[in-house]
């Protein structure tokens, strides 16, 4: 029997110290621990650490700093609509903070980074082809930031990127245009042209958009107005690549009338 006996204890003793709970943290001290997995750079482990520490203390001493965490470590773990979703409640939940400047830049610095695709960061690609809608949230989000916190340490970066911002929607613009010059859309293509001058003055876009506004009135028999676009062309970009020695728009795209009834035919395959 002590043989059996002993043997069989042992077991029993070990298996009670498997099974024992580990003790509940204080706030301060999970806290704590999801502070150091953030300086370890182990941002999914502090993810789940801080969204547990909210759920135990909702209304705690940490609430507001694990909330600003939570934003940090999810863009850092490049969960970007996570991102966006974090610092949305937490502008819901803390409207007067003095750290809600960060909550929105961040907040928009997520749908900034939103749309890059899997090869962006290996290969240089025009963004302004595809869907812009998170590039607007974006800058909507920027523009809210300068308004509200001019003086804020983030407004500076939040003005510049609006800037890149506001270039690729010019060229997403005039993305649309060449499509409909190509389809023989002609009105459709000066509408487009016509949208970028009138919004996005002084971007890079505006050039283009000018000489294709001139090459649609031609196009559709239209030489006053031709050549009223024709002179804010010149006078606007004087060295215009668009503009031949004798101020004729040249632009390399822009379809024949046969091309161009040819393009829509054949779904641009030909």
């Known amino acids: ?23 509940e943290l204080t706030e301060a001290d999970q ?27 909702p ?17 850092m773990a490049v969960d970007y609509p996570a991102t966006v979703v974090a610092a949305q409640r937490f502008m819901r939940n803390y409207p007067a903070h003095a750290r809600v400047d960060y909550a929105l830049y961040m907040r928009g610095l997520a749908n900034f980074n939103m749309e890059k695709g899997l090869f962006d960061n290996l290969v240089t690609s025009d963004k302004s082809a595809r869907d812009m809608d998170a590039a607007k949230d974006a800058f909507r989000d920027f523009e809210r930031l300068v308004a509200r916190f001019p003086d804020s340490e983030y407004a500076p970066d939040a003005r510049s990127r609006m800037v890149h911002i506001r270039n690729q929607l010019a060229r997403q613009e005039l993305h649309v245009a060449r499509y409909y010059a ?7 293509s000066i509408n487009r042209a016509q949208y970028v001058v009138k919004h996005y003055q002084q ?4 050039e283009e958009a000018l000489a294709i506004m001139v090459k649609g009135y031609e196009r559709l028999d239209y030489p006053k107005l031709a050549e009223k676009s024709r002179n804010v062309l010149a006078l606007n970009f004087p060295d215009s690549d668009y503009l031949d020695k004798d101020r004729q728009v040249d632009l390399a795209w822009w379809p024949d009338e046969d091309n161009g009834l040819l393009s829509l035919l054949t779904f641009d395959l030909l």
């Open 1 to 23: 029997m002590p043989r059996i006996f002993w043997p069989l204890l042992c077991l029993l003793l070990l298996a009670g110290c498997a099974t024992k709970e580990r003790p």
């Open 31 to 57: 806290y704590r621990e999801a502070h150091e997995s953030i300086e370890s750079k182990n941002y999914l482990t502090a993810i789940d650490e801080l969204k547990e520490l909210e759920a135990r203390f």
């Open 59 to 75: 209304y705690g001493d940490y609430a507001e700093q694990a909330g600003l965490d939570l934003i940090y470590a999810s863009y």
């Open 182 to 188: 190509r389809r023989g859309a002609i009105v459709a």
């Open 203 to 206: 971007t890079p876009a505006v």
